[in-house]
């Protein structure tokens, strides 16, 4: 245990849910009779669920800040249906159809984020008068009636990384290298903080645990580079997914390593101190609210290319989704701690939790009741681990977050 504990960088329990994923994924992979772990299905997994992980990159920045935002499903619908109505009735090009629709996005999100920072009102009730806004706005402006999406808008919603080099690799060539870059990237930054870490009791961590992480993370990396790059002729990594993992890189950046990152964290911690240290609390309320419209609306774009059209139904619940993926991944309820790494295996969780219970032949009425039970049974252990002053969900996968989170609070306070 001594051994896989530093393998591991720290104690076994810090990847709780990363160990329910993975066993999420060999239990439905079984139950089904191996249809989990393939190609096809894992491609249509991701490239079915990249828009809620979108949306649920958005709604960490949102929650941790204290807020909540109910309008992303209607703003998603809305902004989708602006962009399928000017492609068709002005006759604009995709790509001006597609800014027009982020403008939407963004100025949703400008209205909403002057309500919830200028005049204080929170942000729950804000975007509940939102979301009846712009869903009734997409009712409104489509007549009830799908329409058609520009044609290529589907290779941003259901497109596939080309094929190009030999064909003696087996695999599609853009799959494999953007696995290998993967790869390379983990090694680096593992090497790199080695380097210029400490153990706990100020010793260096060994270099063959490094190593051997790396050899385990890169070996798991590999495989799902085989499953993607495998697949049927003309398939590979999803473009939906090559998105996501853009932004995640983006955000993760953006919450770790800016000063606008540190701000968020700030107030959702402890506005009164952030505010006397010199965060600009309104500015950082509106930028948050602004951004999860923007990102609703990239979903939205994302969901009329892989549907080829957009509905009057379209976004609804998805705001419940990307909720949940965001408290599953161990985010606090009062703000002030969470991850986008965190977020994305909370909603990885929920994906699979769809795809598996599927497979199985579950209706949605009983897959509905799981994911409820799931989304409970994560928040209530986030709870009592808390309670009874251990890390809660977030502070296992990521145990230096939540530390620095609490630092920077008063004593007494609740995270």
């Not at 649920?56 to 602006?82: E, K, N, T, Y």
């Not at 060539?173 to 790199?192: D, K």
Request: net charge positive.
């Amino acid at each position: 245990m001594k051994y896989i504990k530093q393998v591991l960088g720290g104690e076994l329990r810090q990847y709780t849910m990363v160990l329910a994923l993975a066993a999420l994924i060999i239990i439905f992979n079984i139950t089904s009779g191996g249809r989990m772990l393939t190609s096809s299905n894992f491609q249509n997994l991701l490239s079915g669920n990249a828009y809620v992980l979108v949306l649920a990159i958005g709604m960490l920045m949102v929650i941790v800040i204290g807020q909540i935002d109910l309008s992303v499903g209607s703003v998603a619908g809305f902004s989708g249906m602006v962009m399928a109505l000017v492609a068709r009735d002005l006759h604009f090009p995709w790509w001006l159809a597609v800014i027009v629709a982020l403008a939407i996005g963004v100025a949703a999100g400008a209205w909403q984020g002057f309500w919830v920072a200028k005049l204080g009102i929170p942000g729950f009730i804000t975007t509940l008068g939102g979301m009846m806004i712009f869903r009734g706005g997409v009712i409104w402006i489509s007549k009830s009636i799908s329409v058609p999406a520009p044609s290529e808008l589907k290779w941003f919603g259901a497109g596939y990384l080309p094929e190009w080099g030999p064909a003696f690799t087996g695999m599609n060539n853009s799959t494999l290298l953007l696995g290998a870059i993967a790869i390379v990237c983990f090694a680096v930054s593992q090497l790199r903080k080695h380097a210029r870490s400490t153990g706990v009791n100020g010793t260096k961590e060994p270099l063959w645990a490094v190593v051997v992480r790396i050899i385990l993370v890169g070996t798991i990396i590999g495989y799902f580079t085989w499953l993607f790059g495998s697949g049927r002729p003309g398939t590979s990594f999803p473009v939906p997914g090559l998105i996501l993992v853009i932004l995640i890189i983006i955000y993760h950046t953006i919450t770790e390593r800016t000063q606008f990152g540190r701000h968020i964290y700030a107030v959702g911690g402890n506005k009164s101190a952030a505010a006397l240290s010199g965060v600009n609390v309104q500015r950082t309320y509106f930028l948050t609210m602004l951004n999860m419209s923007f990102l609703a609306a990239l979903a939205g774009i994302m969901f009329v290319g892989r549907s080829t059209a957009a509905g009057p139904s379209d976004g609804n619940g998805w705001e419940l989704d990307a909720i949940a993926s965001v408290f599953i991944g161990g985010a606090a309820v009062s703000g002030g701690i969470g991850t986008v790494f965190a977020t994305m295996v909370g909603g990885m969780v929920m994906a699979v939790l769809n795809s598996g219970l599927m497979l199985m032949g579950v209706g949605a009425d009983r897959t509905q009741v799981i994911k409820g039970l799931v989304l409970l049974a994560a928040v209530a252990f986030d709870v009592y681990n808390k309670v009874n002053g251990r890390n809660s969900i977030i502070g296992r996968l990521f145990p230096d977050k939540e530390t620095k989170s609490k630092q920077g609070k008063p004593a007494g306070s609740d995270s």
